[in-house]
């Protein structure tokens, strides 16, 4: 077996695992990334309407900063979030989003004069300053207080991506594409790099480092509906969570987006909504207000979704041969706006769909699309349990999300979490701690252990098929795990899951094809999964609460008195046939904005007996300081700046705020 | 008259794939034919995944975004290159013959590596933001100002997702290797667009001033028919050309 050395491996391509992968390179690491695809085809390209930060520049964003933007996440996240890590993150998103602008990324601009807006249904004429003209841009999103989402038409992600990507190139961190990592190496609760396979040649290899990262982005293909690519199959928190020691956070908090195109499950963007597009039911009535008045369309993602389901539920879907579904409706946005601003849009419309946005309706339905959970780290990124693991973006449990994140700040956070991940692995790459040391036995044993997994699979004569396992799983998943869940359901898809795992150690293949082999690949990723499936189906079953997007029609109320912690899952062992679930508490008395309702869904939650008291305190410790500027007050709440790297600390400069 | 459109039997479909895997000495070069039931809003990526998984486990093919983005899924569709995920059986006749994107090395079957060649061209035409002031960049001021037009039409260029659709279609490409090709020209154009690129005409000469470069295009005009994008291709290249003419 061929090995690899290396100071920092970074096992993902996409916007995180590049942001990470620079940031150790310029501290002096070498450092190699590793992708399934070529860096630029990673998901990260797919991301369409925008990236947070409060920049503050066109009109409907004034006023913003990061106290509000601090405030929206929180609220989003059902206050699941760990507000230190959110106050990192919305302190960072603005230097994040100027680097990127730095280098390269096409921002849209704020044009100054008079132009043309569509809000509420109705169309009307605002004029932005001279004073911003031609800053960066933003648009409005779910879930958010000010126009936030800074875009680039709705290609965002495809022109960060790809500014990211040619960064690196420029940088010359060297991508090792069509390479999987099928395990990590460790021993004594130190991790010391990867085992991965190549997929052209179906060759092993062990890879060496002194740190390890995950960025492997999310997992969304458990579920049969889903917006993620393909490719989105979790492999990064599995193959951490089989260390036995790493642990997954929240891994029962899935999102889901309102506006998947029906049935394929592509997206179009929320920025569609954000815009001003509307969804409709069968009578073509416009449904959302009649249960959000305040928020509507724009309530966070969580409410939308499960709106729209009631509203089928109570039957007013269109029913269509493959289903029934809802419309989005962005005609009133005008033929300018789409063609200019919303074209990736039209094109999924137009490929996919057959129709054109500017004159007729977009069927959607609600469609798996982000996991909040992920690879549990600490405020810098690196495991609690598994020293030398670190991890960022979607395939990370940071924990900025809780139970729901808002739109755009997803691209936000793997910039942000790179920027500051890639500096805590140069940490340690330089602390005694980072140095390499182990033996190559050990890494002969590592390979020699998956080599023999390999070979269960391709020589045993078993005779389940690996396709209609992973079928049945996502079958489960979608129909059992999804938007509204329930303790008897989630039940028996745990039972279902269990009997799909043992089967699964009884898989047969067809084709014995030398190469990268992609029956094995499927046989070797479904044993997998169906471990990542079982943590989000058992996480869900014993959470007996409802926070964001985990819904339980039988626990319908938030319960702040006994759910005020996150879910830590671990895998005992190799032929465990359930996680062990562990829970670590959120501090009420440290939060800076201690529970509440979130102003848009369900008013009624259970309090915790400390909310009322952290509150005085809050309320207090802002009314002394009344006169003093809105960091001191906020420092006086809850100090984070110690938290993030020197050089990200400073305050970040707006139009008409003195710094 | 009976105006109501009856509902038509579904068609089978016959799909033909050249089929190779240079990992296997006993392979050879082969075209094979599936036979598969059409179904409504069926794409040749929910075709080909139920080939693999109904018919013959062994297909290689890639697929990542399967929405059009990504660029993943480029091919030769009944002898034109284009992205398989977003192309409707409907819109194809019964019979569909496919083949990997020529002028790429092969994986098999329909996979080519388009990412390796396209990581080359990047490194070679130097497709990033060139500025003397990227590693000291005080991130904490305000962005610098771009006017808005300016900033969509770099936009414009830079939709293009490397799909390798153009350099397929595109006959300079086939007879010399070292052609950067539409996708190379578009990107030195989307550069030298942007101010924040610090490269002078000789720069960009320097790189695709000859024969490989922007000289080498005989405007058979290939790429910009087959660019699933629409990028404006044949266009930059007369203009990128007219520029380094000039430059010399
Ligand atoms: C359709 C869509 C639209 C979206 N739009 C927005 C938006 O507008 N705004 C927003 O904020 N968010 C959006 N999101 C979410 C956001 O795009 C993602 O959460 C984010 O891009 C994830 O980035 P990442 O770097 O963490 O992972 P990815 O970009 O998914 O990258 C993962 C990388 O890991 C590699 N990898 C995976 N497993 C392995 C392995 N075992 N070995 C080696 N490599 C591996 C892959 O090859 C890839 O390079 C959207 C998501 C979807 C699905």
Redesign the interface.
């Known amino acids: 077996m061929q090995i690899i050395y290396t100071d920092v491996l970074v096992i993902g391509g996409g916007l995180a695992g590049q942001r990470a992968a620079i940031g150790a390179k310029?501290r002096g690491h070498d450092v190699i990334v590793l992708s399934l695809?070529?860096?630029?085809?990673?998901?990260s390209?797919?991301a369409q309407g925008g990236m947070q930060a409060s920049?503050g520049n066109c009109l409907g964003a004034a006023g913003d900063n990061e106290d509000i933007h601090f405030a929206d996440t929180v609220r989003g996240s059902d206050w699941g979030a760990d507000q230190e890590v959110v106050r990192m993150f919305t302190h960072t998103a603005p230097?994040?989003?100027?680097?990127l602008?730095?280098?390269?990324v096409?921002?849209?601009?704020?044009?100054r004069g008079e132009r043309e807006i569509t809000v509420d249904g109705q169309r009307k004429t605002i004029s932005e300053p001279d004073a911003a003209?031609?800053?960066?841009?933003s648009r409005n999103f779910g879930g958010t207080q000010k126009w936030r989402a800074c875009y680039?038409?709705d290609?965002t992600g495809?022109?960060m991506l790809?500014?990211m990507s040619?960064?690196a190139?420029?940088a010359n961190i060297p991508?090792h594409?069509?390479m999987e990592a099928l395990a990590l190496i460790h021993a004594d609760g130190r991790c010391h790099g990867a085992i991965v396979r190549n997929l052209?040649?179906?060759e092993l290899l062990a890879y060496v480092a002194r740190a390890t990262c995950i960025a492997t982005g999310g997992f969304g293909r458990i579920y049969r509906v889903s917006t993620n690519?393909?490719?989105n199959e979790g492999m990064g928190a599995a193959i951490a969570l089989e260390t036995g020691v790493a642990t997954l956070g929240n891994m029962e908090a899935i999102q889901f987006h309102p506006t998947g195109i029906f049935?394929?499950g592509?997206?179009v963007t929320e920025g569609c909504r954000g815009d001003g597009g509307l969804l409709l039911d069968c009578n073509e009535h416009r449904f959302m207000p009649d249960y959000e008045p305040e928020k509507k369309e724009l309530a966070s993602r969580d409410v939308v979704s499960r709106r729209m389901e009631e509203h089928i539920g109570a039957g007013h879907g269109v029913k269509s041969?493959?289903g029934e579904h809802l419309w989005l409706d962005i005609r009133l946005l005008g033929a300018d706006h789409i063609n200019?601003n919303l074209r990736?849009v039209k094109?999924?419309c137009q490929?996919?769909?057959?129709i054109d946005p500017v004159r007729e309706l977009i069927p959607v339905r609600p469609a798996q699309h982000y996991s909040m959970g992920g690879v549990r780290t600490n405020h810098r990124g690196e495991s609690p349990q598994l020293q030398g693991l670190f991890a960022a973006g979607e395939a990370a449990c940071w924990d900025m999300h809780g139970f729901n994140r808002l739109g755009g700040n997803s691209v936000a956070e793997t910039v942000v979490a790179g920027m500051i991940v890639g500096d805590t692995i140069a940490d340690f790459c330089d602390s005694t701690a980072g140095a390499l040391q182990l033996s190559s036995a050990l890494v002969q044993e590592f390979g020699e252990r998956e080599r023999r997994r390999l070979a269960e699979i391709a020589n045993g004569k078993g005779r389940e098929s690996a396709?209609e396992l992973a079928r049945l799983m996502q079958e489960t998943m979608t129909a059992q795990v999804g938007i509204f869940r329930e303790g008897e359901r989630l039940e028996q898809a745990v039972a279902s899951l269990q009997e799909l795992q043992l089967r699964s150690r009884n898989i047969g293949?067809?084709?014995s094809?030398?190469?990268?082999?992609?029956?094995l690949v499927t046989a070797y990723r479904v044993q997998r999964m169906l471990k990542l499936a079982q943590c989000v189906a058992y996480g869900a079953l014993q959470r007996t609460e409802s926070r964001g997007a985990h819904y339980r029609a039988d626990h319908p109320r938030r319960d702040d008195l006994n759910w005020m912690r996150r879910t830590l899952a671990s895998w005992p062992s190799a032929d465990a046939r359930l996680p062990v679930l562990t829970y670590e508490p959120l501090d009420i008395m440290k939060m800076e904005l201690p529970p509440g309702w979130r102003g848009y869904g369900a008013r009624d939650y259970i309090e915790h007996p400390d909310t009322g008291v952290r509150q005085q305190q809050v309320d207090a410790i802002g009314g002394g300081l009344d006169r003093a500027d809105r960091h001191t007050r906020q420092e006086a709440l809850m100090p984070f700046r110690h938290l993030l790297p020197e050089h990200l600390r400073?305050?970040?400069?707006?139009?008409g705020e003195e710094? | 008259m009976n105006r109501i459109p009856l509902r038509q039997a579904a068609r089978t479909l016959r799909i033909q794939i050249l089929r190779h895997?240079?990992?296997?000495p006993d392979s050879q070069p082969r075209l094979q034919t599936f036979e598969i039931e059409e179904a409504?809003?069926m794409?040749l990526f929910i075709a080909l995944t139920e080939i693999?998984?109904r018919q013959?486990?062994?297909?290689?093919f890639?697929?990542?975004?399967?929405?059009?983005?990504?660029?993943?899924c480029g091919m030769i569709i009944n002898g034109r290159p284009g992205l398989a995920c977003?192309t409707?059986t409907r819109d194809l006749p019964e019979q569909i013959t496919l083949a990997p994107l020529p002028a790429f090395e092969l994986?098999?079957d329909l996979s080519v590596?388009?990412?390796?060649w396209?990581?080359g061209m990047?490194?070679r035409l130097?497709?990033?933001?060139h500025?003397q002031n990227?590693?000291s960049?005080d991130?904490?001021?305000?962005?610098?100002?771009?006017?808005?037009e300016l900033?969509?039409q770099?936009?414009e260029l830079?939709?293009c997702?490397?799909c390798g659709c153009c350099v397929a279609a595109c006959g300079t490409a086939r007879m010399r290797e070292d052609f950067v090709g539409a996708v190379g020209l578009n990107q030195v154009t989307r550069?030298r667009l942007?101010p924040?690129?610090e490269r002078s005409d000789a720069a960009f000469y320097e790189l695709v001033g000859d024969e490989s470069g922007v000289f080498g295009c005989m405007t058979l005009l290939g790429c910009e028919d087959m660019c699933p994008k629409d990028l404006p291709l044949a266009t930059q290249i007369a203009f990128l050309r007219r520029r380094m003419a000039a430059t010399t």
Not at chain 1, 37 to 43: E, L
Not at chain 2, 62 to 72: K, Y
């Open positions: 310029r695809v070529p860096a630029k085809r990673s998901h390209a797919a920049l230097k994040a989003i100027r680097e602008a730095a280098w390269g096409p921002w849209n601009r704020v044009a003209h031609g800053l960066i841009t680039v038409s290609g495809h022109a790809y500014t040619n960064q190139i420029a991508v594409e069509r052209m040649t179906g690519a393909i490719i049935p394929a592509i997206l041969r493959f200019n990736e094109e999924i490929y996919f769909l057959g396709f293949l067809r084709s094809a030398p190469g990268a082999n992609p029956e400073n305050n970040n400069e707006r139009l710094s | 895997n240079p990992r296997d409504d809003a794409t693999r998984e013959d486990p062994s297909l290689q890639d697929f990542v975004c399967r929405a059009g983005i990504c660029g993943s977003r409707l994986i098999g590596n388009t990412g390796k396209m990581r990047s490194e130097e497709t990033w933001v500025s990227l590693e960049l991130i904490d001021a305000m962005e610098a100002a771009m006017e808005p900033a969509e770099i936009y830079e939709r997702i490397e550069f942007d924040r690129d």
